[in-house]
Nanobody
Framework: QVQLVESGGGLVQPGGSLRLSCAAS????????MAWFGQAPGKQRELVAR???????YYVDSVKGRFTISRDNAKNTVYLHMNSLKPEDTAVYYC?????????WGQGTQVTVSS
C-alpha cells in the first residue's frame, strides 16, 4: 500500500506560478517513476510530467519549458513547479506511482488559472 498526499493547488492569475507537492508514505526509491496527471473539466486524466528513479524526465508538449518535475528523495516527495500558467492549465492534478503491480493515486489538488 502507498498513500500519496498532494498539496499546493489554488487560484492563480494567468502568468503566475504554483508548486505542487506529493508526499509518499514509502521511500521513493521503491518507485521506478513518479508522475503528475491532470484532469480538466469534462476531459480524461492525462499524463503531464514523469520522473524516473534515475532522474530522467518526460513532459507533455503543452507544458514543456513551463513546468518542471523534481523529487526530494530524503522527504519522499515529488514536486511539480508550474510557471507561466495559462487558463488551459486549469485542472485537478493527481500524483501517481506504480508499485507492486498496482497504480496508486493521490486525492488530487485543484489548480485554477483565471483573472
Amino acid at each position: 500500500q502507498v498513500q500519496l498526499v498532494e498539496s499546493g493547488g489554488g487560484l492563480v492569475q494567468p502568468g503566475g506560478s504554483l508548486r505542487l507537492s506529493c508526499a509518499a508514505s514509502r521511500s521513493v526509491f521503491n518507485f521506478n517513476h513518479m508522475a503528475w496527471f491532470g484532469q480538466a473539466p469534462g476531459k480524461q486524466r492525462e499524463l503531464v510530467a514523469r520522473i524516473s528513479s534515475g532522474g530522467s524526465t518526460y513532459y507533455v508538449d503543452s507544458v514543456k519549458g513551463r513546468f518542471t518535475i523534481s523529487r526530494d528523495n530524503a522527504k519522499n516527495t515529488v514536486y511539480l513547479h508550474m510557471n507561466s500558467l495559462k487558463p488551459e492549465d486549469t485542472a485537478v492534478y493527481y500524483c501517481n506511482v506504480f508499485y507492486m503491480q498496482s497504480d496508486y493515486w493521490g486525492q488530487g489538488t485543484q489548480v485554477t488559472v483565471s483573472s
